[in-house]
């Protein structure tokens, strides 16, 4: 499923972790949120850069 995931729903997944991470009243649903950022970020700095092309002008 990785190879599906694009560099922005990547972001969007992280952002959504942090928030829900800062909400949470119980700890250990914290603590999993952050692992899940966590693991979202080591996957999005393991997607290759997309190399832009100069246009010609």
């Known amino acids: 499923m990785r190879s599906f995931w694009t560099r922005s729903f990547l972001t969007r997944r992280i952002d959504r972790c ?5 909400a949470a009243r119980i700890p250990e ?20 850069e997309l190399q832009a092309h100069p246009q010609p002008a």
């Open 29 to 48: 649903k914290r603590r999993i949120h952050l692992e899940l950022a966590r693991y979202y970020r080591r996957m999005l700095a393991s997607l290759p």
């Open 18 to 22: 942090y928030l829900i991470a800062a």
